[in-house]
Each structure stands twice: as structure tokens, then as C-alpha cells.
């Protein structure tokens, strides 16, 4: 064969079956063996070598794989992983991004099936979350970038010559609550408004926007010279899962005419969730939304995807018009607008693909019964939390995620305990601050996470706090 494709075809699809089979094998039993362990000193310098001149065979390369990387990963797959928010994956999805790797194709545009395939996700994301399935959309890396993109496309709304001219004049805000991600202020960095210029708002004690500050922080604002254009809405907060009131925070954003956005990282797909969809009420009317497919809908990491309400504001914050990229009618350099037209990526992988098997084959009801399961577990950790001396809940659990404290410890013994309880392969709960003080933070995102597991996790805190204080 020519160039870097085997000689002998047959050694190469037998290791691929192998490996496969040894993929099947290991998600059949990954709830057996610690959540995470940490990877020895040697193992870590066996990763800092010199870049290779000649070639290794694949049966070696694959046994180091299995040696030193599969051991050592961050357990997000196991039904122990309650850290930060990250899906767990499924067989489907592995099988679709080993597919999707087949096939190789370029999702930036041009004529072909990948990027019919992005557009039903598109459509499907749309219709999930009730705004109008003739918006426009693309797949990213993730809630960071789908972020950036909305804050970028508003600013271009609102002043379209920012373009040419770049970032000039009065003062462009936004606004968020205090408890929106990092990646909001991120993004007004990145795109040159500078972090501060993401205005923090208070929260209710429902950790939820304060509406009257909000106003009362825009008409400052306005009296200040400055120019407001968006709000940021969050449908799940990431320390305690909150939900914003959508409908409130729509209803100023129309009083001030400023592009209404919504980070739902992860709190999207409650939309699927007939018990959980109301308290996302609003969420349709959203001139633009950010949300994670690799989170709650479980896809292989990584499928962020950002939704725009006009498709031609989208275009216009990102097109370009280029002599080496210019549209056809008809042959491969047809099918515009390409999806390059609405985000900074031209070169973009076949992401879809895994999104679409995924959806595909599980269902909305399915995924909807999925979140009311999780959903289930973080409310059965609630109610131990509550019943258990020296335990305190110290947020209301509106969705899935669970903070706790432990009295008899301060802040700094709790993160021990956490390090502990993460060495110790148990469980991985990550900690997060509410109202000034450390809590241990479960969130219940792992379709394989059952009560069983969450009890686990709380009796090992409780031993580990036992001896601590004992």
C-alpha cells in the first residue's frame, strides 16, 4: 500500500477487534475498582520522552496504552464520579467517534452527508429547547467556546461595525449573576471588552438573579455613557445547579432591548425532563443558548453546541468571503452557508455523528427518563444529608446537584477530607464555595450513578470525618 496505510490489513483488523472487544470489556465493568488512583512517578516520567525517530510497532504502543494510560484516567465513566459535571459516555457514542474517526471528514462546510448530519442535530437542539428550528447552530468544543461565540454574535448585533472598526468607543456591558461560570468573563476578555465589563449581579437566597439589581445595574449603566447589549441568563448553575427565572430575565432584556442569552451548560437537557422542563420556563425565547451534548446527554467528549435564534445575525458576526473559499451553485463547493459561517473554526471534526447515534438510539424519552433518575439520586443524598448529626445541606437542590458541609471540620480539613475520599477510590465528589464557606459538591450527572452509589460516598465522608475528629 502507499503512503502511512499497512502492508498486511489482516494484523491491523485483528487489533482493532482486540481493542475494541477490550473497550466493551472495560465498560462492562467499570463500576468495579476505584473511581480514580493516582498515577505513580514513574509512570509520569514515562510520558516525558523524546520525540520518536523511528516507528513503534502497534502492538507495543497498545500495550502501553493499556499499561500506563487506561489505569489512570479521571474516572468520569465510573458510577463513583460525582466531581465538577462531566457525562459518562456510552457504548453508542464510542462506537459512533470510532465511525466518525473512519470516515475523516472536515465538518468545516462543502457538499456532504457530515454536514446534513450536523444540521438535524442542530434542528433537534432547537426543537429541545423550544426556540424556533429555522435559528442556526454549530457544534464546539464546549460551553466555553459555544459562550464566546454568543457573546461575540450579540456585540455584533448590536453594533455590527466592530467588525472593521474592532472595539471602540462607549463602553459595550453585559450581565450575568455572580453565579454564572468563568467562562462568561473569559469570553468578554477574549473578545476585547475586557472581564469587567461582564457586570456581576447579586443573587436571591434561591441563588437565582436578582431582577430588581439587574435593572437597577443597567439603568447606572446607561446613566454612566456605557452601552449594554446582552444578558446572560443561567439555566444550571455549575456550583449548585440553579436555574435563573428565565421569564424574568426575557422580560428585562425586552424592557432594554439587549440580546437575552443562556448558558445551560448542562441544564439543557432537563427540556427532555417533563418533571424538570418547567423550571426552564423561558428558556425558548433565548436569542442564543450554550449547552454541553458531552455532559447530561452523555456524548463522548468533546460536543459543545451554541444555538442562535437569527440565523442571519449569526452569519454576519463570522462569514467570510475568501478568493481559496468561495461557494459554488453545484459540485463539492456548494450546500452554503458552511458551518465555518457561524463560529471561528474552519477545520471541524465530524462531532455530529456521535451526537446523532446517540439521540438516535436512546430517544428524547429515554434521555428525559435519564435526568429524572439522576435527579432522583441527588435528592435521596439530600434527604441523608438531612437526617445525618453534623451533616448541612447548604444549598436547595434544584436539579442534580447536591452541596454539603461538614460541621465539625474547617474549611481547610474539608478539602483534606475530599483529597482523602478521591485517593481513597471510593467516590469523587468535588467542592465548591456557598455563602463563604467550603462544601463538598455532588453532582449526580453519571447515568450509572444509583443511590448506592451516593450512600457510599457519604459513609466514606463520614468515616474519614470519624477519623479526623475521633
Not at 457514542?93 to 473512519?102: D, F, I, R, T, V
Not at 457573546?151 to 453565579?179: C, D, F, H, Q
Not at 431582577?211 to 455549575?238: C, K, N, Q, S
Not at 483534606?416 to 453532582?443: F, Y
Amino acid at each position: 500500500m502507499a503512503g502511512l496505510d499497512p502492508e498486511n490489513w489482516t494484523n491491523i483488523r485483528a487489533a482493532g477487534h482486540r481493542m475494541l472487544d477490550d473497550l466493551f470489556d472495560g465498560m462492562e465493568a467499570v463500576g468495579q475498582g476505584p473511581v480514580w488512583q493516582p498515577m505513580p512517578d514513574d509512570i509520569r516520567q514515562s510520558f516525558k520522552e523524546r520525540l520518536p525517530d523511528t516507528g513503534t510497532s502497534l502492538e507495543d504502543l497498545y500495550a502501553r496504552f493499556r499499561r500506563t494510560i487506561v489505569p489512570y484516567g479521571n474516572g468520569n465513566t465510573h458510577p463513583g464520579f460525582m466531581g465538577w459535571v462531566h457525562g459518562a459516555g456510552t457504548p453508542v457514542g464510542m462506537l459512533a467517534e470510532m465511525l466518525a474517526g473512519g470516515l475523516n471528514a472536515n465538518c468545516g462546510g462543502r457538499d456532504h452527508a457530515a454536514v446534513e448530519v450536523e444540521r438535524e442535530v442542530i434542528r433537534w437542539a432547537l426543537e429541545m429547547v423550544g426556540m424556533p428550528v429555522d435559528g442556526s447552530g454549530c457544534l464546539v468544543t464546549g460551553s466555553s467556546m459555544a459562550n464566546f461565540i454568543s457573546v461575540i454574535t450579540a456585540s455584533r448585533a448590536k453594533m455590527p461595525e466592530l467588525r472593521n472598526r474592532g472595539v471602540s468607543g462607549p463602553r459595550m456591558v453585559g450581565y450575568a449573576a455572580t453565579t454564572a461560570h468563568g467562562c462568561l468573563p473569559r469570553a468578554f476578555d477574549l473578545a476585547g471588552f475586557g472581564s469587567d465589563s461582564l457586570r456581576r449581579v447579586p443573587v436571591t437566597a434561591e441563588h437565582q438573579m436578582d431582577i430588581r439589581a439587574l435593572r437597577e445595574m443597567i439603568v447606572a449603566d446607561m446613566a454612566a455613557g456605557h452601552t449594554p447589549f446582552m444578558i446572560a441568563g443561567t439555566a444550571g448553575t455549575v456550583d449548585c445547579g440553579a436555574v435563573d427565572d428565565l421569564e424574568a430575565v426575557y422580560a428585562v432584556a425586552r424592557e432594554f432591548d439587549l440580546w437575552f442569552h443562556i448558558d445551560a451548560a448542562f441544564g439543557a437537557l432537563a427540556c427532555l425532563s417533563p418533571t424538570y422542563a418547567p423550571l426552564l420556563a423561558g428558556i425558548g425565547k433565548a436569542d442564543s443558548l450554550a449547552f454541553d451534548f458531552h455532559k447530561w446527554a452523555q456524548v463522548p467528549y468533546d460536543a459543545g453546541c451554541v444555538l442562535v435564534r437569527d440565523r442571519t445575525l449569526h452569519a454576519a458576526a463570522f462569514t467570510q468571503s475568501l478568493d481559496y473559499l468561495k461557494r459554488e451553485e453545484r459540485g463539492l463547493a456548494g450546500n452554503a452557508p458552511w458551518f465555518c459561517d457561524f463560529g471561528p473554526d474552519l477545520s471541524r471534526g465530524f462531532r455530529a455523528l456521535k451526537v446523532w447515534m446517540t439521540l438516535g438510539h436512546y430517544g428524547a424519552h429515554r434521555m428525559g427518563q435519564m435526568v429524572d433518575d439522576c435527579c432522583a439520586v441527588a435528592r435521596h443524598l439530600r434527604d441523608r444529608i438531612e437526617a445525618t448529626e453534623g451533616l448541612t445541606l447548604l444549598a436547595p437542590v434544584t436539579l442534580n446537584i447536591v452541596c454539603f458541609g461538614v460541621d465539625a471540620l474547617s474549611d481547610a480539613e474539608v478539602s483534606e477530607l475530599v483529597q482523602d475520599l478521591h485517593e481513597s477510590g471510593i467516590a469523587a465528589p468535588s467542592t465548591t464555595r456557598i455563602h463563604g464557606r467550603l462544601a463538598i459538591r455532588a453532582a449526580i450527572v453519571n447515568h450509572r450513578t444509583t443511590s448506592r452509589d451516593v450512600d457510599r460516598m457519604l459513609d466514606g465522608v463520614i468515616a474519614l470525618c470519624g477519623q479526623r475528629v475521633g
